[in-house]
Each structure stands twice: as structure tokens, then as C-alpha cells.
């Protein structure tokens, strides 16, 4: 029987990583994967292909529409699309042998199959109805987070997609019917808008991107219609009809009234995602769940089960690579006997469309509804030096701070390059940092980046440009 220091079911962005900085501090170190390839749904099928599509049908879209006016003449492009998926392809193989690499430079021991706890200190490895039980002194659950459903709606992954298939279509759907105006259903819309689909999103909610400023999503909302996007909101899809012809989805508003039906060649069903805890023999080792499925833990990521540990999608919070990332160095950490921290406050979100939106810290919303004093400063890219003369001027800025102690609270930006210049935002809260710190801060020129200290400097009614 193999005994190891800590044993990380999954390998996605949470789990590898946590593996690594386990090894790195001196643990033996196992992983148990049930997929073929490393890496999880981030490098598989969810990050990773969806920005290398989405990098592929920008450039398409630029060399359509956007070249000319620069002086760059070229004849009207051509979709390959099974090279673009070839290129796609290309990107996830890259990534997977990156994370291959890191577990033999690591010493860290790949268990493929289903993991299962049996026990304190004791996993069972299943595969090719064989297994085999590990022991070892500590567990991290990092099995992540699988598609959520909906009722009535059965997904194929051919005609009715999730996220997954979205990423493998065979052909540019005519008609795209989008459920849910998340960032998933955006950045894909977006893809194959890009490429010809004539999109529609439903969306329950009076909006989109919830959870997000709602001033941005407003204008984000603007500039999609703007590229050819229509929207329902505050309506539900009640079922899907497939024919041979087209899929018949049946439309009702969220609040009740009359149904409408509109006709799709491809409907994408992405509400969010649920916690992936199938198989993992949790209720009977005696792992406690809360009321939406997720692995409860302590402030230190300790189940109820001793030894047993969660990051990353299956448990609470955002379900983001990055937070489970930075979950995943903590927890090895802490086992190490170290403080691993993770701060929530502090953990930025980028929806990667054209143009991009990214966000760190509260919402405009969330402030007033904690009854917290702020002052906002904005300022639009149409102001921008850099933006102008590239002709990208889209979107805008917008930096709320404390209105007594001047710390900025929350950052968030619409436009080209937004999810790369978040992080400067990012570093200066982590540090506590003040709206004056930023506006003092010396930006290189020209750049977009001199908007985030335009609108440091406009939280004090003092922006120079605007």
C-alpha cells in the first residue's frame, strides 16, 4: 500500500497547484485524475480553448472589418473552421504536457481514476474495474465544478450544447440561442458571432452579467447589441422541441405571461456551474455538504472530516481558476504548518469579449447596500491618447474609494485590455493602497493604462484629460 504525505483528488488549476507547492515544501505528493489528461475543465474544456477561440474569431472579425481603415488591404477571409480547432487543439495539448511536466519536475506520483474517500487518511483509486487504497496523512478534495442543467432540457452536446460543446461545434450555427447572459454564455456568443451565428440571449435576470457594477454592465450590454447581439431579459426557457429542421425553444417571461416560441439551429445552455462531488464517497466518510451541494469548511479549508481538505469550485466562493489556484497554495501551506491566506476581497474577475470587462473588489451596488460612504471617479477612453489613435475607444474606468480614508474599494473597467490592466488595481488593494497612491503613481505614455490614474485622479475631481 502507497503512503503519502497528502493525496489532491483532481488536477485542475486548484488541485495541481496545490500539489506543486506541496511538494515544494518537502511532502510526498499524489494526485488522482479520472480523465485522460491532466489539467481539468480550466485547460480542457473551459479557459483554455474558449480564449484560444476567442483570440482566433477576434482576429478573423479584425481582419473583416478592421484593416481597411488602417491602410492594411487584404481580400475578405475565409473560415477554416477545423483549422481553428486545430489551433485550439494545439493550445489545450500545450498546456496539458505543461501540467505533465510539473508533476515528474515535482517527484509528484499521477493515480489515474475515480478517487473515493474512505476514511480519514484513506483514498480508493478506481480505474478499468480495478482499484487500489492509498494511504496518506492528508486529503484535498479539488474535484472542481460540472455544468448546471436545466429542467426538460436535454443537453447532446450536438444541437442543445453546454460550454463544452460550444467549443467543438462542426459548423457556424445560423441561429444561436444563448440561456444565460453569464460571462460563459458572452464569451462564447461572442465566438461565434464573430464567425457568423446571429446570436440571442435569455437571461432570467432584468440584466446581464449578474453580480458584476451594473453601470457596466449597462454599457457592456450597449456594445453587444451594438455588434449584433439581441437580448430577452427577465424571460425563461421552458423547454426546447428538436426537429429535424430547427429546435423550437419555448420562451415565457420570468415573471409569468404568454409564451413565445423562437426557432434556434444551436441552443447553448449555460446557467452557472454545480459543485462536482459524484463518487467522491463523501456522506459516508462523513464529509458535510451545505444546502447547494459545495464541501463545507472551516477558515482553514478543514472539512468536518479530520485530515480532509477543499479548495477551488467545490467549495464556496467564485469559481475561478485563480482563486482556486491561490486556495491551493494556502492549503498546502497551512498542512505544512505555515499560514497560507487567501484574501477574498482582492480576487479579480475578466470577461475576455471585445472589448474586455474586469472587476476587483465591491460593486457600486454592494457598497451602498453595506451602507459604506464612497466616492467614484470615472473616466472614459475616449479620452485616452492611446485609445484614440488606435480607434478603440469603447468603455471606460470607474475607481470607488472609501470616502473617509480614501482606500479604494473596487475597481472596474470596460475595454480593450481590461483583464491585463486590472492587476495593478489588484496589487495596490492588496496593500491597502489609497486613490491618491494611484493618482500619484507615474503611468507610462502612452498607454490604456493611464486611464486607471485619470480616474484615480477624477476621485478627487482632478482628472487632467477629461
Known amino acids: 500500500m502507497a503512503t503519502y504525505d497528502l493525496v489532491v483528488i483532481g488536477t485542475g488549476p486548484g488541485g495541481y497547484v496545490c500539489a506543486v507547492r506541496a511538494s515544494q515544501l518537502g511532502m510526498k505528493v499524489a494526485v488522482v485524475e479520472k480523465n485522460p489528461t491532466l489539467g481539468g475543465t480550466c485547460l480542457n474544456v473551459g479557459c483554455m480553448p474558449s480564449k484560444a477561440l476567442l483570440h482566433a474569431s477576434e482576429m478573423f472579425e479584425e481582419a473583416g472589418h478592421s484593416f481597411a481603415k488602417m491602410g492594411v488591404s487584404v481580400s475578405a477571409p475565409k473560415l477554416d473552421l477545423p483549422s481553428m480547432m486545430n489551433f485550439k487543439q494545439q493550445g489545450i495539448d500545450g498546456n496539458v504536457k505543461g501540467v505533465e511536466f510539473l508533476m515528474k519536475k515535482n517527484k509528484i506520483d499521477v493515480l489515474k481514476g475515480t478517487g473515493k474517500i474512505l476514511g480519514t487518511g484513506k483514498v480508493e483509486v478506481s480505474a478499468d474495474g480495478k482499484s487500489q487504497v492509498v494511504e ?8 472542481g465544478s460540472d455544468i448546471a442543467r436545466l429542467k426538460g432540457i436535454e443537453i447532446d452536446e450536438k444541437r442543445i450544447v453546454s460550454s463544452t460543446g460550444a467549443l467543438s461545434l462542426e459548423k457556424v450555427p445560423g441561429r444561436l440561442l444563448v440561456i444565460g447572459a453569464g460571462v460563459i454564455g458572452l464569451e462564447l456568443g461572442s465566438v461565434w458571432r464573430r464567425l457568423g451565428s446571429e446570436v440571442m440571449v435569455v437571461e432570467f435576470l432584468d440584466r446581464i452579467l ?3 457594477d451594473g453601470e457596466i454592465a449597462k454599457q457592456f450590454q450597449r456594445l453587444l447589441e451594438k455588434q449584433g447581439f439581441a437580448f430577452k431579459l427577465g424571460s425563461k426557457v421552458t423547454g426546447v422541441e428538436v426537429n429535424s429542421k430547427a429546435l423550437l425553444a419555448k420562451i415565457e417571461p420570468a415573471a409569468g405571461g404568454a409564451a413565445e416560441t423562437i426557432e434556434a439551429d444551436v441552443v447553448l445552455v449555460c446557467i452557472g456551474r454545480t459543485p462536482y462531488t459524484d463518487g467522491l464517497g463523501l ?3 462523513g464529509v458535510a455538504l451545505d444546502n447547494r451541494g459545495r464541501v463545507q469548511i472551516d477558515p482553514h479549508f478543514a472539512t468536518s472530516l479530520r485530515g480532509v481538505y477543499a479548495i477551488g469550485d467545490v467549495v464556496a466562493g467564485p469559481m ?14 497551512i498542512i505544512a504548518g505555515q499560514a497560507g491566506h487567501v484574501n477574498y ?8 469579449t471585445t472589448p474586455e470587462v474586469s472587476a476587483v473588489g465591491k460593486t ?17 477612453f475616449t479620452a ?18 472609501d470616502a473617509k480614508t480614501d482606500r479604494v474599494l473596487g475597481v472596474h473597467i470596460i475595454g480593450r485590455e481590461a483583464g491585463e490592466m486590472i492587476h495593478e488595481a489588484a496589487v495596490l488593494m492588496e496593500f491597502g493602497g489609497s486613490a491618491e497612491d494611484l493618482a500619484r503613481t507615474c503611468h507610462a505614455h502612452p498607454t490604456r493604462s493611464e486611464a486607471i490614474k485619470e480616474a484615480a485622479l477624477a476621485v478627487g475631481k482632478r482628472a487632467i484629460h477629461m
Request: overall charge negative.
Open 345 to 352: 476581497d482582492v480576487i479579480p474577475g475578466v470577461v475576455y
Open 364 to 380: 457600486e451596488e454592494e457598497l451602498k447596500q453595506a451602507g459604506v460612504a464612497y466616492t467614484v471617479g470615472k473616466f472614459p
Open 384 to 401: 485616452n491618447g492611446r485609445s484614440k489613435v488606435n480607434q478603440t475607444t469603447d468603455g471606460f474606468v470607474k475607481i470607488l474609494a
Open 283 to 285: 456522506k459516508e466518510a
Open 320 to 333: 475561478l481558476a485563480h482563486k482556486a489556484e491561490d486556495e491551493g497554495v494556502a492549503v498546502a501551506e
Open 210 to 212: 449578474p453580480g458584476m
Open 136 to 143: 496518506t496523512k492528508n486529503i484535498v478534495i479539488a474535484t
